[in-house]
């Protein structure tokens, strides 16, 4: 009874929060409606995309356009400042990284001339951003700029904070021995300067690391030191935090129990919808209860876990975030170009003063010099940026190749017993109208079905791998009509089932067609993978 009397309380909870919720975008909106100030537009705009944010992104999505629209026509630092304030904040709310990180560098441009506070704010939000996607060389670069600035102010809660970022950063790339030196470094910076929330966050983190190094012992005594910490005062995501990590290191030490009560609590202060730190929590809800042998509950956060994961769109993302990065690193190597151009100009000018032109010389030669690398590791990485790209749209092109061809099979197939039931009805039918529509869309569907599928997949294929056919031709004259189709469907990363599925075969006939191949291909006394060997055949 009295667990009912608490679901009814809750369901009526999230009814008066669903419909508050609603009421307050319909406002919102009417506000909008009769709005006539460009700023007012902008600003009831970003608050209804804040409001839709995780109930409706294509709408949140729409409303941030069209303020971006009314941006452009004021068309002022402080309303492009204040724009890419506020967008940036709803997309780092829903961890949609590409967009975020797109907002967060056209507000960065803004401010990275100036002295204001607010750029090293923005600093230190790209040296996490571009931590957390894997760019160590670039976070640690705005890390030390960081550094430098604070510990010349003697800034010491900033020194803290910046000293456990770049901990948070090697722990990211599992350096955790190096993770603990800065982390403990950030707790003796923090006594000039105590605050209680960085200082739950540094001995969290310290536990991971401990974590990390398989010393579950200390972790666990410096997660429980985080725990002990918290008040009313600490923020519900920190919270969820505190209690995932241990929940996780509980799971480490085979503890399901206490993982799953840990769990639990990190879920009561889980408050966004479609995140990483969502998908994190269901995760471990999932390992949780497996560990457990609870496979009910564990297929249950399983499926969640899932669907957050297909919602978040990982490899899109990703793919997006690679551009951005790529362009915005062809605009630095622009500005360093342009900044290379003024050097030499100003040494030209400097080079008139004979007084100094020893050392002026000396350091336009260590200025080249450091240019020229620059330069090289720029060129280099921007290689392997496009490398990446073509990567990406390999496989796209390759998965779409496959999917189409096994459809198109499917599709054989569906005419074949198409026509074969027709052929049933066309013997029972006696009228002869209906008896010869039925032999029309039979020829129709023969028609059809002896369409040469094969021809269309090669030119498919061939329009993707230009010279592949020609290397094997070249390569291994003896090989059949078939065997090429089995080496371009190998080629395209496909099973032996898929395969079998795709040429009408069995599994066991493939396996003989692949071992005939390695035969014909002179692979079968040596230790080449087939499939490595098709695909470095290009």
């Known amino acids: 009874m009295v667990l009912f009397k608490k679901i009814l309380v809750l369901k009526f909870f999230l009814l008066f929060i669903f419909s508050y919720s609603q009421s307050s975008v319909s406002t919102l909106m009417d506000s909008l409606v009769i709005a006539k100030d460009k700023k007012q537009i ?160 540094i001995y969290t983190n310290i536990g991971r690391a401990y974590s990390k190094l398989n010393e579950n012992t200390k972790a666990l005594e410096y997660l429980l030191k985080s725990e002990q910490r918290i008040n009313k005062n600490t923020t519900a995501d920190t919270k969820s935090w505190i209690y995932l990590c241990l929940a996780q290191l509980y799971i480490q030490t085979k503890n399901a129990d206490q993982a799953i009560y840990f769990a639990k609590k990190s879920e009561n202060f889980e408050l966004t919808h479609n995140t990483f730190s969502q998908k994190d929590l269901l995760e471990t809800l999932y390992k949780a209860y497996l560990l457990k042998k609870d496979y009910k509950e564990a297929a249950h956060y399983f499926s969640q876990y899932d669907k957050v994961r297909e919602n978040l769109n990982i490899e899109s993302k990703a793919v997006n975030v690679e551009k951005i990065k790529i362009d915005y690193n062809n605009k630095i190597k622009a500005q360093q170009q342009e900044i290379i151009n003024n050097n030499k100009n100003s040494s030209l000018i400097i080079t008139i003063c004979i007084l100094i032109i020893l050392l ?27 490398e990446t790209e073509l990567k990406h749209q390999l ?32 013997s029972n039918v006696e009228e002869k109208d209906t008896k010869n529509s039925v032999n029309y869309v039979i020829n129709m569907l023969h028609h059809n079905s002896h ?49 079998a599925n795709i040429t009408k075969s069995t599994v066991r006939s493939i396996e003989n067609s692949r071992t005939r191949l390695r035969k014909k291909m002179g692979l079968t006394n040596s230790k080449t993978d087939l499939n490595k060997y098709l695909t470095d055949l290009n």
């Not at 409706?56 to 724009?83: G, V």
């Not at 496989?395 to 026509?419: C, D, G, P």
Request: charged share 30%.
């Open 360 to 386: 002026l010389i000396f350091s336009i030669l260590i200025i080249r010099y450091k240019n020229r690398i620059s330069k090289i590791k720029l060129e280099h990485e921007l290689k392997l940026y496009r």
């Open 395 to 426: 496989e796209i092109r390759n998965k779409e190749l496959a999917v189409k061809t096994i459809k198109e099979t499917e599709q054989k197939e569906l005419f074949q017993y198409l026509m074969t039931d027709l052929k049933k009805i066309q």
């Open 451 to 499: 369409i040469n599928n094969w021809e269309e997949f090669e030119l498919r294929f061939s329009n993707v791998y230009e010279s592949f056919y020609q290397n094997l031709n070249h390569s291994h004259p003896n090989l059949s009509n078939m065997d090429k189709r089995i080496c371009a469907l190998i080629k395209l990363n496909l099973s032996t089932k898929e395969i």
């Open 42 to 201: 902008i600003d009831l705009s970003l608050k209804i995309a804040d409001e839709l944010k995780t109930e409706n992104f294509t709408r949140s999505q729409y409303y941030i356009n069209l303020a971006k629209e009314h941006t452009e026509k004021l068309n002022t630092d402080a309303s492009w400042k204040d724009f890419y304030d506020k967008t940036k904040k709803i997309y780092f709310d829903i961890d949609a990284l590409d967009l975020f990180q797109e907002a967060l560098l056209s507000e960065y441009n803004l401010y990275k001339n100036t002295n204001e506070e607010k750029r090293y704010k923005l600093e230190t939000q790209l040296a996490i951003l571009y931590s957390r996607l894997n760019d160590k060389k670039i976070a640690l670069y705005y890390f030390n700029k960081l550094w430098k600035h604070y510990s010349d102010n003697k800034e010491y809660y900033f020194m803290a904070q910046t000293k456990t970022n770049i901990g948070n950063t090697y722990l990211n790339f599992d350096d955790a021995k190096e993770s603990l030196i800065y982390f403990f470094d950030a707790l003796e910076l923090l006594k000039y300067s105590p605050k209680e929330e960085l200082e739950i966050t």
